[in-house]
């Protein structure tokens, strides 16, 4: 017998379970049957194991053939490590239902409301521990999410990089927001949709959303874009009540989060010019792409808003 040497980096799954069988049967016949191996394949397994441990591991003696002491009581540290090296290639499986992950997601107000708000309402039932972490959407967040600090962005006027995953949600459209005995409520049920010129006599709430570099201004409401009539720009949706319910101030919102502020104020709204809207998509790393609980939650949030 010789000291343990560098054969370790060359051990195989084959060999363990082989030694796995003969701690368990002290018989190299029934251990090669097991195996499905030939008598000399498994003899010659033999010889390895008994190298590389330094011990003779089984022995004959007058009752037959034994475990030495040292075999005895390698039982315990060969099944965890045959347990250990299936750990590390074992699927991994996610359970919403019995899961507490926490997504970190950045996004504005209105992804919240248009798709995470309708998410938090479904999963109340079906994955009551999940958690979100939600951050602002800014320019930073597409470091954040390359160097793996937020997991997920919910974004428009999509810029593409190669590390990047995307997913379109839906294609959304603008409703206009006005008050209750609004002028533009009896004019808007007269047109299928309100357009900049019906509106252009209004003071108009405009709103900033993010980009890569900074924020831009939504200017669809304004017929010649030189902003005149906007009297109030700000990144801010969920504000709007305020801004519009007391006055004659209108704002053109995205169709999702208008019905949701309808939900629970007594504004109005009216679809505008239909030819103006974005698409809205899930952005991920490259490097979740397999990752099962990301690619649960991507579909959980294409189910939810296909139905919007």
């Known amino acids: ?27 190299v016949t029934r251990t090669a049957m097991l195996l499905g191996i030939s ?3 498994a003899s010659r397994i033999l010889a390895r194991v008994r190298d590389l441990v330094g011990d003779p591991v089984l022995i004959r003696t007058q009752s037959g053939y034994q475990l030495t002491d040292h075999a005895l009581g390698l039982n315990e540290p060969v099944d965890a490590a045959l347990s250990a090296i299936a750990e590390v290639f074992k699927p991994s499986v996610f359970d919403p239902a019995q899961s507490n992950h926490c997504y970190r997601i950045a ?8 798709v995470l708000g309708p998410m938090m309402e479904a999963f109340a039932v079906t994955a009551p ?20 600090a937020i997991d997920l962005l919910l974004y428009a006027d999509l810029d593409a990089r190669d590390d990047l995953l995307a997913q379109k949600l839906f294609d959304e459209t603008y409703e206009v927001l006005f008050r209750q005995g609004h002028p533009l409520e009896k004019h808007a049920r007269s ?50 009540p305020f801004l519009v319910g007391q006055t004659d101030a209108v704002a053109a919102v995205p169709k999702r989060l208008a019905k949701q502020v309808q939900k629970l104020t007594s504004l109005c709204s009216a679809p505008f010019q239909p030819s103006y809207g974005f698409p809205y998509y899930l952005i991920r790393h490259e490097r979740s792409r397999f990752n099962p609980a990301v690619n649960w939650l991507r579909e959980q949030a294409l189910e939810i808003t296909k139905s919007d």
Request: charged residues 20%.
């Open 129 to 148: 521990a999940l958690r979100f972490d939600v951050s602002p959407l800014v320019p930073q967040s597409f470091n954040d999410l390359e160097r793996g």
């Open 39 to 41: 008598q000399p394949a």
């Open 1 to 27: 017998m010789r000291e343990m040497n560098d054969g370790l980096t060359s051990l195989d799954m084959r060999t363990l379970r082989f030694l796995q069988l003969l701690l368990r049967t002290s018989s």
């Open 191 to 240: 047109k299928r949709a309100l357009t900049p010129q019906d509106v252009s006599a209004y003071r108009l709430i405009e709103f900033s959303f993010p980009g890569t570099t900074g924020l831009k201004p939504d200017t669809i409401m304004r017929e010649d874009g030189d902003g005149s009539n906007a009297v109030f720009q700000q990144p801010y949706f969920t504000t709007l």
């Open 107 to 114: 996004s504005t107000d209105y992804g919240v409301a248009a």
